[in-house]
């Protein structure tokens, strides 16, 4: 267990919606990023947040967004959905000063 | 062409084998490699990482970057079948607090009893 928690595990929706997928660091971990996995691009960097603030920006679509919280939860939105969305999509959080990310669970979005 | 490429496979060897994973990269500015690990149905998790070119040990799995070629590499000795998932090499680019890290596709490999 990396100490990194996000929810839902599995999303079902349909196309043109939005959804809100959840992740909740590593308890004192002040950077969080985003990832999406998908077969035929593999894993790719979306966003990262610390303590609050944008820091370094992927491949993330514009009807993608995301947001840290004061208590360090972040939250990526997902909007307009499309068939080619569905992927797994993963939350890392690392400490101050250290490269190393631990992963969550991720979470399964299958857009119908 | 992706900044980082990799062999998705899938890689299968007998338990006991010495399993090479492999990696190329084009992004010059790159200064530290990374080997994950990846069982199904989880999120990524650090093996190894080493900086700029060289070697790295830790137990069976061996770090191995040619900054000159442009190469990276994952060597595991004495493969248990526990060692069957799929390995991702990446790279990082960036200061401290403003790095990105950039993957490879993944290579699974299945290590047989």
């Known amino acids: 267990d990396s100490g990194v928690t996000q929810t839902p595990k599995h999303l079902i929706t349909a196309t043109g919606q939005r959804v809100t997928l959840r992740c909740s660091p590593r308890s004192g971990d002040l950077s969080v990023y985003w990832y999406q996995q998908s077969l035929d691009q593999g894993l790719q960097f979306l966003i990262q947040?610390?303590?609050?603030?944008?820091?370094a920006k992927g491949n993330i679509l514009e009807r993608f967004s995301a947001q840290q919280f004061p208590d360090l939860h972040s939250e990526l939105n997902l909007s307009s959905l499309e068939l080619g969305d569905s992927a797994l999509y993963f939350c890392?959080?690392?400490?101050?000063?250290?490269?190393?990310?631990?992963f969550g669970p991720g979470t399964r979005l299958t857009v119908t | 062409q992706k900044e980082v490429e990799q062999d998705p496979g899938p890689l299968s060897v007998p338990e006991g084998a010495i399993v090479s994973l492999n990696c190329t990269y084009s992004?010059?500015?790159?200064?530290?490699f990374m080997w994950y690990r990846q069982y199904s149905r989880k999120g990524p998790e650090l093996l190894m990482y080493t900086y700029s070119s060289g070697n790295k040990e830790d137990g069976r799995f061996t770090a191995q970057v040619d900054k000159s070629s442009k190469y990276i590499s994952l060597f595991i000795r004495d493969s248990q079948p526990s060692d069957s998932a799929t390995y991702l090499c990446?790279?990082?680019?960036?200061?401290?607090?403003?790095?990105?890290?950039?993957f490879g596709k993944g290579t699974m490999l299945l290590v047989s009893p």
């Open positions: 992004n010059s500015a790159f200064q530290y």
């Open positions: 890392a959080s690392s400490a101050t000063g250290t490269l190393q990310q631990y």
């Open positions: 947040y610390y303590n609050g603030e944008e820091r």
């Open positions: 990446a790279a990082l680019s960036g200061v401290s607090g403003y790095s990105t890290l950039t």
